[in-house]
């Protein structure tokens, strides 16, 4: 039985659900599966992202227009659009609408984040500080201005480290360094790409330094979660079975349910929750990165949101709930269906960008489709685009979803697909020189 409210599909309307602001940028991978969570509850939507939108008004209660480096103005904002027309949720998609979310579910008094947890889980020096503070077993980790001379700082430093800015995601930015050497390289090229204004706004404060942490070996794994009241629970764990040991971190595979032994499992789920209290996030979706190794789970980082780019259509609860509705219910106080994930493993991979280039062409879709458990193929990057690889790009070329048995079928047939793929990047804009057109063969399957 469907236990939301639903138009016209014979289930008797309890009650109604009230309407959900959704923060998400414009050019978000996320918002549509979230539109689609809040027309399968019934919730009315607005959604509010930094530029004004095309159709906008046909629904002047559906938009409305925020500036996220801003978010006291956007919080007042918010609240006159609140006095016109009551909000039952606000939630944010992506990292950059999230401490507007947090400012303005507590302007309203509705259940979110605080805005203090999400301002330290949005800045992974304070996210290290509180944890530390909390106990919890922290790498050896550093915060340096990115005025400074590298060359000095090495001596601080143990190595093997990693460097990485304070308030980018998905790994843009993040370089291992061995010694000295590849430590300075590595700092200068993390401060050229914070000194990029498409990157950072002049003024940043999350731009003017960088962290740098000793380097956890282990097996790399993602929690996703939901916390209501401050009770944490899990809503998934996935491998990364692809090795990530840097110099970059390319992400691209995720397999779930995880293989790892039930005590590692364990220990990850329980260092998770023991993150989520210290950072003090108390109401909405969690998405943290550990590692596991000797016996010990470590955490990376806890973001307050859900997992990102198109990574949450593999996830399946209940009776076929997407994670967006799992998440808009729980921001809603509907009585949840059960949040278990279906027994099937699921997987999806990323696509990394193998070289710097011009996208000319793309080969094999149809093939990879047709592997076996492979359930989608998209692109998302369209011909004709710039490619930037790691550690500066910010996309990835697309997704390859996959359902199956077991994640071992899941993960064959997630790298068996992506062999199908042929990616005709031409020398262009973002070719790197020195890099031959060849050098495809280095992409990691
Ligand atoms: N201290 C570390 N030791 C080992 N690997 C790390 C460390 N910090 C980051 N990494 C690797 O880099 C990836 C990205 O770093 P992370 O801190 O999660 O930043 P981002 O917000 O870009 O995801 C991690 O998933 C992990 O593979
Ligand atoms: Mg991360």
């Known amino acids: 039985m469907t236990r939301y409210w639903s138009e016209g599909g014979g289930v008797v309307p309890a009650r109604r659900p009230g309407r959900v602001l959704l923060l998400v940028t414009t050019q978000s991978y996320r918002a549509g599966a979230f539109v689609e969570a809040a027309q399968r509850l019934g919730a009315p939507l607005t959604v509010g992202s930094e530029r004004p ?29 609140a006095a016109r027309r009551p909000l039952a949720a606000i939630l944010a998609a992506d990292d950059e609408g999230v401490l507007t979310a947090a400012l303005a579910a507590r302007a309203l008094g509705l259940p979110h984040h605080p805005p203090e947890a999400v301002a330290a889980a949005r800045d992974k020096y304070r996210m290290r500080r509180a944890l530390a503070a909390a106990g919890i077993p922290t790498p050896r980790f550093h915060r340096f201005a990115l005025d400074a001379d590298p060359l000095a700082l090495a001596r601080e430093v143990e190595f093997p480290c990693v460097l990485k800015p304070l308030g980018l995601a998905a790994s843009r930015g993040v370089i291992r360094a061995d010694d000295p050497e590849q430590f300075a390289a590595a700092f200068r090229r993390v401060a050229a790409l914070l000194g990029r204004p498409e990157v950072a706004r002049p003024g940043d404060e999350l731009a003017r330094h960088l962290l740098v942490e000793s380097y956890l070996p282990g097996v790399e794994v993602a929690v996703e979660g939901l916390v209501t009241g401050g009770v944490p629970r899990v809503l998934a764990v996935f491998d990364k079975p692809d090795p990530l040991e840097g110099p970059f971190f390319e992400e691209t595979i995720y397999v779930t349910p995880s293989r790892l032994p039930a005590a590692a499992r364990a220990a990850v789920e329980g260092r998770a929750a023991a993150g989520v209290a210290a950072l003090g996030l108390s109401d909405g979706p969690v998405h943290a990165e550990l590692r596991h190794h000797a016996g010990e789970a470590h955490l990376l980082e806890i973001a307050p949101r859900s997992i990102g780019g198109l990574c949450s259509r593999v996830l399946r609860f209940g009776e076929g709930r997407s994670l967006e509705e799992v998440i808009l219910g729980a921001a809603l106080g509907l009585e949840s269906g059960g949040l278990e994930r279906e027994r099937a493993a699921a997987g999806v ?12 062409g793309v080969r094999g879709v149809e093939a990879a489709r047709a592997v076996a458990g492979i359930e989608d193929v998209r692109i998302t990057i369209p011909v004709g685009d710039e490619l930037v690889p790691l550690p500066e790009g910010a996309r990835y070329l697309g997704f390859i979803f996959a359902r199956g048995g077991a994640p071992e079928q899941v993960e064959a047939a997630l790298r068996e697909a992506h062999r199908w793929l042929e990616f005709d990047i031409q020398p262009g804009p973002g070719a790197a020189p020195g890099v031959r057109a060849d050098a495809g063969a280095e992409r990691r399957w």
């Open 349 to 360: 991979m990323m696509i990394p960008i193998p070289r710097a280039g011009t996208l000319a």
């Open 53 to 81: 939108q095309a159709l906008a008004g046909f629904n002047p209660d559906g938009h409305l227009t925020l500036d996220f480096s801003a978010p006291e103005v956007a919080v007042e904002v918010i609240r006159r659009f």
